[in-house]
């Protein structure tokens, strides 16, 4: 299995760059030659910390992904 790597610094900065001058997420993907869901990641900060993107996402808790102690039914 390949592992998810980070984009490029360059393009973090220009997708950044495009959207604090007023850029929807998927303009600024497309002119920064990058996919809609990479945009919305760096939009929401995912690319802030250093690493691997999938090391954002695990839980405190045995490092894995999903905890039936967290699930919740409404």
């Not at 007023?22 to 303009?27: A, L, M, Q, T, W």
């Not at 939009?43 to 999903?66: I, Q, V, W």
């Amino acid at each position: 299995m390949k592992a998810l790597q980070r984009l490029p610094d360059d393009k973090i900065k220009t997708v950044k760059r495009l959207l604090a001058s007023g850029v929807s997420i998927r303009e600024a993907g497309r002119l920064a030659g990058v996919s809609y869901y990479c945009a919305w990641h760096v939009s929401k900060g995912s690319y802030d910390k250093e690493g691997y993107l999938y090391d954002a996402f695990k839980k405190k808790e045995n490092n894995k992904y999903f905890n039936w102690k967290n699930f919740e039914v409404f």
